[in-house]
């Protein structure tokens, strides 16, 4: 038996999944974590650091590392890049098209890390419930998308205020994740 096999059944028994949620900053990504969690939106600051949370879904623990994506701390989120099962990029759907051009630059970047080959990218298209919010298509289009051969990936409009798509988005990359990682005995 392979050391692989042996790994999978470990995970296969935990029922664990390590989620890195990345994007720039004021995308959304705190409120997307908070409002998956059931907790309170009316007032959050930028993560300066890092939040974690650990919550259940579909019968799996997911543990979130939800990481602050301002410019200057941008260099460290190497550090989260271990044993990570997927990754949840969050875009502001209405931001301008010079952040979007970054946006796209540095999502690019993290697909070229080795330590997150094979893991599940989730793009969140955030901030749909406002009016100048680019389409899910225009997203797409404006990353790249198209173009990823590395990464099971998967684009879901939402909007982290209302809640819209949120589950939908999240039931995707834990299904894809646990049709990659879970042996199904």
Not at 53 to 73: A, C, E, P, R, Y
Request: hydrophobic fraction near 40%; charge should be negative.
């Amino acid at each position: 038996m392979g050391l692989l096999t042996v790994l999978k059944k470990i995970k296969a028994k935990e029922k664990e999944m390590r989620l890195l949620m990345l994007g720039l900053d004021n995308a959304g990504k705190t409120t997307i974590l908070k409002r998956i969690n059931g907790e309170d939106i009316s007032s959050i600051s930028p993560t300066l650091g890092f939040n974690i949370k650990t919550l259940d879904h579909n019968g799996f623990k997911l543990n979130i590392w939800d990481v602050g994506g301002q410019k200057s701390i941008r260099s460290y989120w190497r550090n989260y890049f271990e044993q990570t099962d997927g990754l949840v990029w969050v875009v502001d759907s209405a931001d301008r098209p010079d952040r979007l051009e970054d946006c796209r630059r540095e999502l690019a970047e993290l697909l070229k890390e080795e330590r997150l080959a094979g893991a599940s990218l989730l793009i969140f298209a955030n901030k749909q419930d406002l009016p100048s919010a680019l389409t899910r298509a225009q997203i797409a289009e404006l990353l790249d998308l198209q173009s990823i051969k590395t990464h099971h990936w998967h684009i879901e409009a939402c909007s982290a205020v209302t809640g819209d798509n949120l589950l939908k988005g999240m039931d995707w990359i834990v299904d894809d994740i646990a049709a990659r990682i879970f042996m199904l005995e």
